[in-house]
């Protein structure tokens, strides 16, 4: 088993040439840059979010988890010649997926169901929490280094071709599927992001995490029923870093205690507003 990837938050080895290893750290990122402070049992939340919706997904489209490999991952984290990060060994059933490898189409998929976040910088004359109906799909590229960039559908469509429309269909359908399912919870999907791959055989498989606090905006509804938008996931970081003056240039400063332990909160409230556990 190789490191072939370490992303902000995940790291991927390659099991054999069907299969990889996903484990989700609990590094935390923002504005593109990884702060030296992880949020402790972060990736455990990630994978139990992830877990839980993609078995429910597979109407809308195939997915690249088969529901198994935790009896897989318990080997692997107990054989001391597999380049693991220590720090992960012990929990790893809890953190990692073996998952189908996939060839991952070059875009994000995002879905806006109210505009929120990077959506009001562009258009400052709408008022935040702005319900779209229908959801907006705005895709963006996916860059390997610095921001991914909004584009419009027709530049998708022009390098994608009838994929373009697959994918946008697909992400609608998911997004209005999980937009219920939160409702259901007293939590309201504000935005969400996709990533789409192709299986060796040419399937489409919805790949790495969905609807999660690293990949979804949610806001409690009953917060924004008295107007209050605070959003809960990783926010309340970049309000942080906003508020003491950083130009969200590397290194990212260190975050307070509270700063953490509110975060933290803030993911494991999802969670468990959803799952109905507890970690």
Do not use: N
Not at 89 to 95: C, I
Not at 128 to 135: A, G, L, N, V, Y
């Amino acid at each position: 088993m190789k490191l072939l990837h370490q992303g902000k938050v995940r790291d991927v080895y390659e099991l054999d040439a069907q299969r990889l290893l996903i484990v989700a750290t609990d590094r935390l990122s923002a504005y593109d840059v990884i702060f030296p402070d992880p949020i402790p049992g972060k990736g455990v939340i990630l994978t139990a979010l992830t877990r839980w919706w993609l078995p429910q997904l597979t109407d809308i489209v195939a997915t690249h988890w088969d529901g198994g490999g935790d009896a897989e991952c318990r080997v692997l984290a107990a054989d001391p010649d597999t380049p693991l990060d220590p720090v992960y060994r012990a929990d790893l059933p809890q953190r990692a997926m073996i998952v189908e490898r996939c060839q991952v189409v070059p875009f994000e998929c995002v879905v806006r169901g109210y505009a929120y976040g990077s959506y009001l910088k562009s258009h400052p004359d709408v008022a935040p929490m702005t319900p779209f109906d229908p959801p907006l799909f705005t895709p963006s590229t996916k860059a390997t280094e610095g921001h991914d960039e909004t584009i419009p559908f027709e530049q998708m469509q022009a390098a994608l071709g009838p994929l373009a429309d697959e994918l946008r269909d697909k992400a609608l359908a998911l997004f209005q599927f999980a937009a219920a399912r939160c409702a259901a919870a007293g939590i309201v999907l504000v935005d969400t992001k996709f990533e789409f791959g192709h299986a060796a055989d040419g399937t489409l498989r919805l790949v790495d995490e969905c609807f999660t606090p690293d990949s979804s905006r949610f806001i409690l509804q009953a917060d924004v029923e008295r107007g209050v938008y605070d959003s809960f996931d990783k926010q309340i970081v970049r309000d942080y870093v906003d508020r003491v003056g950083w130009d969200h240039t590397p290194p990212a400063p260190q975050l307070p205690p509270d700063i953490i332990a509110k975060t933290r909160e803030r993911y494991a409230t999802i969670q468990q507003r959803l799952t109905g556990d507890s970690i």
